[in-house]
């Protein structure tokens, strides 16, 4: 059986590991519209975070076993249609993730100076698309409104010293950007309260133990939470247990002046949670241009826990900043009309990855269930997929009486449309040429940001 995985990162190249090694004689060709693969792995992790980065030396033994093929540098939906790939295929799988981000629907979310996690994250990692992003840093307080891990990652970034970031590969040109950047006090705006966070107590921990930068937190939204917590899920308790201790900690008994100074020396950046605030509108400047401040709706919860709800109060609150970050989630898009979509929800409708009323056709991911999880969510909802791919072929619900031409077919295709695939080992190349200009840094690489370059460099 020829097996066709559009999309690169953790869900595609998961979903092909287990089909390889549950079907000896399957044959998966990868698709990725970049020319360089791992997604998320490589374009969404922290720079500061490599130990997270090392599944793609998994990646990798799957993308050199002789049943794998990569295509990178191919546009599904535009180079290659779905029904172009069903009929070359026995089964195609859609593991393209969420390539855009949810909005906030408020006035002055277009003013310059707001921005979304998402283009941030991309700009500091190296997405193409996101390489001239240019963030104005010239400000001294950075508004994040989220309360997720991507939150903490970029207000991590933003207070890092730069010591820290100079040996990650944080590309050169926001590591220029951030040693002139003015920032020093980033506020973590959420709507509900400290116990609907959605970080996690690693990245909380790291954020706390951050050189040169102090947590702010107010000993109010903590009060009685201690009882409260006392019965919930043991992370949750212990990530609570964590914010409470922060929020009450006592500086040593020095003079409250003495004190004060030497934490100002100590820590010329601080960064703090925020709870129960809505954005209500992105302020403008004077000449109507730039972001100055936030307008707030405050909030009061109903129900509790994970399903509470955040009621606006009727009360406002109004915050300077120059720089707003949006971290209210990804969005995954229609690909081609040839494929269902539910625009409410952002995602394939499917069910344990069968893709509804077009049997043949899959998806695993975050465009499957929705763009939340880290890679080891990622891992087990793919292998759930390429299950089903499995039982499918076992079951003789995929006919693979008739050979399928597989990349034969789509090349000839490609080749019409003036289209160029990348191959693994052209990956392979760009991978070294990176690896080797990141050497002369001392960073463990050096990402190339321009596409064009990556294909003058292997050639094409």
């Not at 097996?3 to 998966?28: D, E, N, R, W």
């Not at 390539?99 to 990692?125: H, T």
């Not at 915050?319 to 949006?326: A, D, K, P, R």
Request: net charge neutral; hydrophobic share 40%; proline share 7%.
């Amino acid at each position: 059986p020829r097996v066709c995985v559009v999309g690169s990162g953790p869900a595609g190249f998961y979903t092909a590991q287990h089909i390889l090694k549950h079907h000896g004689g399957a044959q998966v060709d990868i698709y990725e519209k970049l020319p360089v693969p791992f997604g998320l792995v490589r374009f969404g992790v922290a720079p500061d975070h490599p130990e997270v980065k090392n599944v793609i030396n998994t990646f990798t033994q799957t993308a050199r076993s002789e049943r794998c093929a990569y295509y990178g540098n191919v546009t599904v939906g535009r180079d290659v249609t779905v029904p172009e790939l069903r009929q070359a295929y026995h089964a195609v799988v859609l593991s393209y993730g969420a390539e855009d981000n949810r909005v906030l629907g408020i006035p002055g979310e277009n003013l310059s100076g707001v921005y979304s996690a998402r283009e941030f994250v991309g700009w500091y990692n190296g997405l193409p698309e996101n390489r001239d992003l240019k963030p104005d840093l010239s400000c001294e307080t950075a508004l994040i409104l989220g309360h997720g891990n991507v939150a903490l990652d970029i207000a991590r970034i933003l207070l890092s010293p730069l010591q820290l970031l100079r040996k990650t590969d944080i590309t050169d040109s926001s590591l220029a950007a951030l040693a002139c950047s003015k920032v020093k006090r980033v506020w973590l705006v959420g709507r509900r309260g400290p116990l609907q966070v959605a970080f996690t107590i690693k990245e909380l921990r790291e954020m706390i133990n951050l050189p040169g930068a102090r947590a702010v937190l107010n000993p109010a939204d903590f009060s009685g939470l201690e009882n409260t917590v006392k019965d919930a899920p043991r992370p949750r308790k212990r990530l609570t247990e964590l914010m409470i201790k922060t929020a009450l900690e006592k500086p040593g008994e020095k003079p409250v002046e003495v004190q004060a100074a030497a934490a100002q020396a100590a820590a010329p950046r601080e960064w703090g949670l925020k709870f129960q605030r809505s954005p209500q509108e992105v302020l403008p400047t004077p000449d109507g241009r730039r972001a100055r401040g936030i307008r707030m709706a405050l909030t009061r919860l109903e129900g509790s826990g994970d399903s509470a709800k955040a009621i606006p109060t009727g009360d406002v609150e109004e915050l300077e900043c120059g720089l707003v970050l949006s971290s209210i989630g990804y969005r995954s898009l229609p690909l081609d009309p040839a494929v269902p979509f539910d625009t409410k929800h952002g995602i394939i409708p499917n069910s344990s990855g069968r893709v509804e009323g077009v049997p043949g056709l899959y998806c695993s991911g975050w465009v499957k269930r929705g763009p939340t999880g880290v890679i080891i969510t990622t891992m087990n909802d793919s292998f759930d997929t390429a299950q089903s791919v499995l039982e499918d072929l076992q079951g003789g619900v995929l006919d693979v009486s008739p050979s399928r031409e597989g990349f034969g077919a789509v090349e000839s295709i490609l080749r019409s449309r003036g289209v160029r695939p990348v191959s693994f080992s052209d990956w392979e190349k760009i991978d070294a040429a990176e690896v080797a200009r990141g050497k002369a840094a001392g960073k463990p690489r050096e990402k190339i940001v321009d596409p064009a370059e990556m294909l003058r460099l292997i050639g094409h």
